[in-house]
């Protein structure tokens, strides 16, 4: 079993930046891929980038690409989203999930496994 701690969140402007940790605890993080997902009042939760259990393949919702990045550090149990030039429409809660299918392989309404508690971002205008 897999529990997932995110941080990171917070009130930015709009073109700025901020960076999102997942912490993981329990046995073998490294065999899980990990996700980021974002849900906004009145959305529904949506894929915001994935990775898989090595780092060496990654997932990106449109909205995101050339934007954010995901990465990973095994040894820290830990995973990374970089978002830069913040816009006030990524305003959502963000969550980190774990699951032992490659990120590659989710699909749409995919549920993953594990599931942290949330960090809020709200990017300003």
């Known amino acids: 079993q897999v529990q997932l701690v995110e941080s990171g969140g917070g009130l930015v402007q709009a073109g700025g930046s901020l960076r999102l940790s997942c912490v993981a605890s329990?046995?073998?993080?490294?065999?899980?891929?990990v996700g980021w997902f974002r849900q906004s009042s009145g959305k529904e939760r949506e894929v915001v980038v994935g990775i898989d259990k090595s780092g060496s393949k990654t997932i990106y919702a449109d909205h995101g690409k050339g934007r954010f990045t995901i990465s990973r550090d095994n040894a820290e149990n830990t995973v990374y989203l970089q978002m830069n030039s913040l816009k006030p429409e990524d305003t959502a809660g963000y969550y980190c999930?774990?699951?032992?299918?490659?990120?590659?392989?989710?699909?749409?309404?995919?549920?993953?496994?594990?599931w942290g508690q949330g960090t809020s971002v709200t990017v300003s205008s």
């Open positions: 999930a774990a699951d032992l299918i490659p990120a590659t392989s989710w699909y749409p309404g995919y549920s993953l496994d594990y």
């Open positions: 329990g046995r073998l993080f490294s065999t899980y891929a």
